[in-house]
DNA sequence: ACCTGAACACCGTTCAAGT
DNA sequence: ACCTGAACACCGTTCAAGT
């Protein structure tokens, strides 16, 4: 899908312009500044322009969604044993969406189909689940899996150090405004870092002992 | 807070007549339908009058998140060992905001203040856990990895079947392909329970085997 | 083929005016 | 104290008209 030659090509609207102006857009001021208007503004062009190029802004996030998909490191599984692979991965992952929560339920709830970073990240991670002797017919539950945990992981890195502050009504809840106030976590973690570490080497562990059983 | 007596009661608006018509029209249309000006109709009340009961959109949501809360079923922390416990909780909470994925935003990024209900279930919850010998300054990590796991499978549990067909790239990502098309599981079972029933019996091994070690 | 400009059917929220 | 009605500043999307 090339560009005719003999024209000026550096005006000519396309998915690609149109996602590199939504991620700059995004990391400059945040996902409410993603709307086709301020989308079509950035591009110097008309917000019905857009939509010679995409079929709503739904197309727009899943266009986004598989650019960032390009930046989760899955590296470690070409080199590293699966549970240290699957952690490193997993962080990763967790911090790339992160930034970019209201992609959760885009990917979450959207088919990979043509998308073509998501569906190469999800071919390395096979390749490590197989590699490390994860029978063919359990690996995709697996991994759906590990992804639940780090989407739900990805909103709690965003919670606020308050959140679970019972205020008026800590009497009526003394044991978890006791553990809560406990909480307090090694230096440099932060208390959704603590959380995340806990929980994904449970699954992993857990995960291992059902692949070993 | 009662209504002053002398007046006549049925009309009179106010947070609990809010929750109850936002869920009556949530179950009824889904999330589309909650705007605040559906919301006014349905109470036969102009848009602007919500505003004398509420903040903000987002507080309504809170209204409602904090009355589903109570639909959680933490019965079994009072009653059955903690693994198996814990197995109850969760699958009975994922199952409550599986039709509700619009307020996992909300209950994870939210504090808990002034949602008494939702408090009310921390306690319960935390209650088991200490029971079971948990170390008060572990059991909110413990909680939040549960958390995370469940509302990342909330969001799964609505994915569409074809999720991960890979249609025309499906030569780019041979061992993917083939691990999605064996996924089958056993009958009366879809795909995001088993993946749900995998993950939590790993995560919850490990979180056993944590406290144990 | 791809753009503009106007229009449509909505949103959440505010506020003066009433009772 | 609590309601109405009008208004405001937006949304995403469509479509006739241009080139």
């Not at 809840?173 to 570490?197: C, T």
Request: glycine residues 6%; proline residues 5%.
């Amino acid at each position: 899908m090339r560009r005719r030659a003999g024209r000026p090509s550096q005006a000519l609207l396309g998915q690609g312009q149109i996602t590199r102006a939504a991620l700059k857009l995004v990391a400059r001021d945040g996902y409410k500044a993603l709307t086709m208007s301020g989308l079509a503004k950035s591009l110097n062009v008309a917000p019905s322009a857009l939509y010679n190029h995409v079929a709503s802004k739904q197309d727009v996030l899943l266009l986004v969604e598989d650019a960032l998909m390009g930046r989760v490191d899955v590296s470690a599984f070409a080199r590293m044993p699966w549970a240290e692979a699957v952690r490193l991965w997993a962080h990763s992952y967790r911090d790339v969406f992160s930034a970019h929560l209201p992609l959760i339920p885009v990917i979450a709830l959207l088919p990979v189909t043509n998308a073509p970073q998501t569906i190469k990240m999800y071919e390395a991670v096979t390749d490590g689940f197989l590699r490390a002797g994860w029978p063919q017919e359990r690996i995709v539950d697996a991994i759906v899996a590990l992804e639940s945990f780090i989407f739900g992981s990805a909103y709690d890195a965003n919670a606020p150090a308050d959140i679970f502050a019972t205020g008026e009504l800590a009497e009526e809840a003394p044991h978890f405004s006791a553990a809560v106030s406990l909480r307090r976590n090694p230096a440099g973690h932060n208390d959704a870092d603590a959380a995340f570490a806990l929980g994904l080497d449970a699954l992993v562990a857990g995960l291992a002992a059902t692949l070993a059983g």
